[in-house]
């Protein structure tokens, strides 16, 4: 079976732009959440959708918005790239009966020049 | 979520048990201990989770201390494979509302199995 796949893997963007980030979970899995992994921390939590809405956010500037689309699949859309925004971007799904048990993708590394 | 403490680094030689240990003195009697590892350019990985009671499972057991203040993950025959960042969390299982799905990572401990 395939796990919560990620694309694109790497990214090079400069500041002041706009990036899409996109995220497939597993099959069946209704919950999709977002993390930002900076260069030597643990991840954070960004978002969290389950059911096609927001259930919960990180604290991170409005610049970070996202959404789930009816099959699941959600999209990280970050504007106005700070230098800061470099970063591995992880998403994970869950089957929502238990929300701490997650199951990660591979992530996105983004690099804001 | 409960604040936990971990050491930075460890060894283990191949083939020997890690025993990595976790502080949570401060965790509430509704969370449960969650252990995730992260190897080198992978996005965490679930080992297994608990809430008193010792929990085993096909990668590594549990030991949950009785005052439930502290836990240590075992693995039981480290290999290479096991070199990875090890992350100890703890929250409230099933939780719904703005705490669903998130984690709150720390630091983790950098386990390093030798040859």
């Known amino acids: 079976d395939a796990g919560v796949t990620q694309s694109p893997t790497h990214l090079i963007k400069t500041r002041g732009q706009h990036v899409t980030l996109r995220c497939s979970p597993i099959?069946?899995?209704?919950?999709v959440s977002w993390y930002q992994q900076v260069l030597g921390q643990g991840p954070q939590f960004i978002f969290q959708?389950?059911?096609?809405?927001?259930?919960g956010r990180g604290n991170f500037p409005d610049r970070f918005s996202a959404r789930q689309f009816p099959n699941y699949s959600s999209e990280l859309n970050v504007n106005a790239l700070l230098l800061g925004d470099s970063a591995l971007y992880l998403c994970?799904?869950?089957?929502?009966?238990?929300?701490?048990?997650?199951?990660f993708g591979s992530g996105t590394q983004l690099s804001v020049l | 979520d409960a604040k936990t403490t971990q050491p930075p680094s460890m060894d283990c030689a191949e083939g020997r048990a890690a025993n990595l240990p976790c502080n949570h003195s401060?965790?509430?009697?509704?969370?449960?201990v969650y252990w995730y590892r992260q190897i080198h350019s992978q996005g965490p990985q679930y080992i297994i989770h608990?809430?008193?009671n010792n929990e085993t499972n096909e990668m590594a057991s549990l030991i949950i201390t009785e005052d439930r203040k502290s836990s240590t993950l075992i693995l039981p025959h480290a290999t290479l494979r096991d070199t990875a960042v090890y992350y100890c969390?703890?929250?409230?299982?099933?939780?719904?509302?703005?705490?669903?799905?998130?984690?709150?990572f720390g630091q983790g401990t950098i386990l390093t199995v030798h040859p």
């Open positions: 959708y389950y059911e096609k809405e927001e259930r």
């Open positions: 099959s069946g899995h209704k919950s």
């Open positions: 969390i703890v929250r409230v299982a099933g939780a719904g509302g703005t705490s669903y799905g998130k984690l709150t």
């Open positions: 608990g809430l008193k």
């Open positions: 401060t965790i509430s009697g509704n969370e449960y």
């Open positions: 994970a799904s869950s089957i929502g009966t238990d929300g701490g048990k997650l199951f």
